[in-house]
T-cell receptor, first 115, second 115 residues
Framework: ETGVTQTPRHLVMGMTNKKSLKCEQH?????MYWYKQSAKKPLELMFV???????ENNSVPSRFSPECPNSSHLFLHLHTLQPEDSALYLC??????????????FGPGTRLTVT | GQQLNQSPQSMFIQEGEDVSMNCTSS?????WLWYKQDPGEGPVLLIA?????ELTSNGRLTAQFGITRKDSFLNISASIPSDVGIYFC???????????????FGKGTHLIIQP
């Protein structure tokens, strides 16, 4: 595997379900991010992890819970979601503290539908 | 939060034509990036710009970091069918210690090439 991978690619869940999204980066980066992409809206930053430590929570509801067990893996745990949470969830990674710190590389995303 | 104004929202062009799109902000940005997103995929980094006035090319793509640090443009020369997609500008605000910071994205320019 190369780059940034995400599983599953598609997920349909009910409002009472609990599910998790997984992201893995094979680039040797030390920072990982979750973004939400909704129709007709810009990509919205959700969480930032720098060396496994969460450094930013962009006012995301508590029904979204991130986890970063190591610098290569990032999870987004979902529970009691709302239909308006249906969106494409994108994971990205970057190499912090270099000239290219801001070059973030994205995975293919998980298309989430909440019914 | 910060917003980037990206225009045009969509473009209908003939194959072989040149394309130009731009992003503006009311805030000073430290870095500008341009991404392309194909349907069902995550954004792919095209060009990264780090200095005011910087002009950078990547094949038929050319992007510039505005001298005021509040704007950037992307040009595509001699468009081909595979250029179809959504192009996003993204920026990193001026204050940064080279750490992991989220990007601010524009709403995208949808490029459609007519045969």
């Amino acid at each position: 595997e190369t780059g940034v991978t995400q599983t599953p690619r598609h997920l349909v869940m009910g409002m009472t379900n609990k599910k998790s999204l997984k992201c893995e980066q094979h680039l040797g980066h030390n920072a990982m991010y979750w973004y939400k992409q909704s129709a007709k809206k810009p990509l919205e930053l959700m969480f930032v992890y720098n060396f496994k430590e969460q450094t930013e929570n962009n006012s995301v509801p508590s029904r979204f819970s991130p986890e970063c067990p190591n610098s290569s893996h990032l999870f987004l745990h979902l529970h009691t979601l709302q239909p308006e949470d249906s969106a494409l969830y994108l994971c990205a990674s970057s190499q912090v503290a270099t000239v290219a710190s801001y070059e973030q590389y994205f995975g293919p995303g998980t298309r989430l539908t909440v019914t | 939060g910060q917003q980037l104004n990206q225009s045009p929202q969509s473009m209908f062009i003939q194959e072989g034509e040149d394309v130009s799109m731009n992003c503006t902000s009311s805030s000073i940005f430290n870095t500008w990036l341009w991404y392309k997103q194909d349907p069902g995929e995550g954004p792919v980094l095209l060009i990264a710009l780090y200095k005011a006035g910087e002009l950078t090319s990547n094949g038929r793509l050319t992007a510039q970091f505005g001298i005021t640090r509040k704007d950037s443009f992307l040009n595509i020369s001699a468009s081909i069918p595979s250029d179809v997609g959504i192009y996003f500008c993204a920026g990193q605000l001026l204050y940064s210690g080279g750490g992991a910071d989220g990007l601010t994205f524009g709403k995208g320019t949808h490029l459609i090439i007519q045969p």
